[in-house]
């Protein structure tokens, strides 16, 4: 089975500061897709970023960027320059061969002026 | 297109009464997918569709619950007898088949007292 583990329940991050949220799965696939969606409050799931997991570089949108590290199955997103609007709870989530997405549990960033 | 649209945005209702809710995805997209989201946690797969045929279904989806998406367009779930743990957030997603790229609906939030 697929699963996704996001081990901060909760983190806070100062205005135009970096922060980096972590995330691991458990898979016996080679190719599948990594993904981190943001739902701010009372707000629809958006996606922030989608990584390809035969593709070695690291997939980047802007401030966001993130480390994909195969071997280890991790894959964190790093926010840079946080801003107010970044405030919300992100997810990490899995996909493989054409099957749903699975999700973590999630992680409620806060960014504080 | 608007996006994916989830109606009603809230629904309370009484324990034992049946509700329905209903999902309109982004016309080009032939997968339909439900999820239930609970609070402080990430969504947890319930099925999806792929045009008309529904493909899976998780074994959190009981016997009181059922979807249909009969033309392939709009999809709508029924959840019957409903119970106090069935109040949650109910979330549509759509995707062109093979894209890895989820559009989700704003959700419906369903209260049972």
């Known amino acids: 089975a697929q699963t996704v583990t996001q081990s901060q329940p909760e983190m806070s991050v100062q205005e135009a500061e970096t922060v980096t949220l972590s995330c691991t799965y458990d898979?016996?696939?080679?190719?599948?897709?990594l993904f981190w969606y943001k739902q701010p409050p009372s707000r629809q799931m958006i996606l922030v970023i989608r990584?390809?997991?035969?593709?070695?570089q690291n997939a980047t949108e802007n401030r966001f960027s993130v480390n994909f590290q195969k071997a280890a199955k991790s894959f964190s997103l790093k926010i840079s320059d946080s801003q107010l609007g970044d405030t919300a709870m992100y997810f990490c989530?899995?996909?493989?061969?054409?099957?749903?997405?699975?999700f973590g549990a999630g992680t409620r960033l806060t960014v504080k002026p | 297109d608007t996006g994916v649209s989830q109606n009603p945005r809230h629904k309370i209702t009484k324990r034992g009464q049946n509700v329905t809710f209903r999902c309109d995805p982004i016309?080009?997209?032939?997968?339909l997918y439900w999820y239930r989201q609970t609070l402080g946690q990430g969504p947890e797969f319930l099925t999806y569709?792929?045009?008309?045929?529904?493909?899976?279904k998780s074994r959190l989806l009981s016997d009181r619950f059922s979807a249909e998406r009969p033309k392939g367009s709009f999809s709508t779930l029924e959840i019957q007898r409903t119970e106090q743990g069935d109040s949650a957030m109910y979330l549509c997603?759509?995707?062109?088949?093979?894209?890895?790229?989820?559009?989700f609906g704003s959700g419906t939030r369903l209260t049972v007292v």
């Open positions: 989530a899995f996909a493989y061969n054409n099957n749903d997405m699975r």
């Open positions: 898979t016996s696939e080679s190719n599948y897709y």
């Open positions: 990584q390809e997991a035969y593709k070695q």
């Open positions: 016309s080009e997209h032939n997968r």
């Open positions: 569709f792929q045009n008309e045929a529904q493909l899976e």
């Open positions: 997603a759509s995707e062109a088949q093979g894209s890895y790229g989820y559009t």
